[in-house]
């Protein structure tokens, strides 16, 4: 008999899903200046790792084997994934608004469809080409604030620019995560990306210390990567895997279109950040054009 989920469960995961993976954001824009960008990745996926490690101890052993003759690929997956996901966001905090961030990286599942059919020859309707269109054009409203010319003489703010960075990263990390089998449990795979994104960031990590640029060793500093590690990082996961189990993929991708309307709102109420004419007019082009854009096409 197949669990039917309560009123309550479904509200529940619904707010918190988005809540938890837009915390990541805020965060950036909180201690913005504060901890080292590639030291804030490093650290928030490495105590993730470390946390999550003695949970699935059993499944890290039997999965060993497979994660050693794959290092390779494991080392791409968390380069994408944690490095060029997480870095990026963590600079883009410095120069620009958290609103910025959460709608220019809704572009990714758009981003996603577009690579597919361009490197993996996945099929795109017309609808899905339409929302592409129509998403990207939100995106390219609220990069050059409203202003049409600054895409002309790309005045852009480099923050935008690192945060259009991660969300290929994300879109590439999504579609190998997606064409790439895997014999690991979903925890343990999880774990071997992590894994392999702390050693693709240790040499950045080790050149960021190099010049000069060391976090402080203070509680504010120790609270806020665990909070990293514990809410976007595995809190995150944690939520959405149960999302897609109780009400399938679809569904579950579908809530993920709330982050950038809930970063919106507490950047505006706990940051002081003032929501723009443009961000409204990306808004109203970004979240339709993403949900054209992952319509699967008609079988």
């Not at 080292?36 to 946390?51: K, N, Y």
């Not at 997480?86 to 809704?106: D, E, F, K, R």
């Not at 002309?152 to 690192?162: K, N, S």
């Amino acid at each position: 008999m197949p669990h039917r989920p309560s009123l309550f469960s479904w509200f529940l995961l619904l707010a918190a899903s988005p809540l938890l993976f837009g915390s990541n954001v805020l965060t950036a824009r909180f201690v913005a200046g504060e901890i080292p960008a590639v030291s804030m990745a490093f650290w928030r996926w490495t105590l993730a790792l470390l946390i999550l490690a003695p949970f699935i101890r059993h499944e890290l052993i039997a999965g060993w084997p497979e994660m050693r003759r794959d290092w390779r690929g494991f080392l791409l997956l968390g380069a994408l994934g944690m490095g060029i996901c997480g870095a990026p966001v963590y600079l883009a905090g410095q120069t620009t608004t958290a609103t910025n961030i959460s709608l220019i990286y809704a572009s990714a599942p758009v981003l996603i469809v577009l690579y597919g059919r361009l490197f993996w020859r996945e099929r795109v309707s017309a609808v899905q080409a339409a929302g592409v269109a129509v998403s990207l054009a939100g995106v390219l409203t609220v990069i050059a604030k409203g202003n049409p010319i600054a895409l002309l003489h790309l005045h852009f703010t480099a923050g935008d620019l690192w945060i259009v960075l991660a969300a290929n990263g994300w879109a590439f990390y999504s579609l190998m995560l997606r064409h790439r089998a895997s014999g690991l449990t979903p925890f343990a795979r999880f774990s071997g990306i992590c894994a392999g994104g702390v050693m693709a960031m240790l040499p950045f990590y080790g050149l960021e210390m190099g010049m000069g640029q060391v976090a402080d060793a203070s509680w504010r500093t120790i609270a806020t990567l665990l909070f990293l590690a514990l809410v976007p990082g595995l809190a995150s996961y944690l939520v959405y895997g149960r999302l897609v189990t109780v009400f399938g993929p679809g569904r579950a991708g579908m809530t993920l279109y709330l982050t950038p309307l809930y970063n919106a709102a507490l950047a505006a109420l706990l940051l002081g950040e003032r929501l723009a004419g443009y961000h409204l007019v990306g808004m109203a082009l970004v979240l339709p054009g993403i949900w054209l854009a992952t319509r699967k096409p008609a079988q």
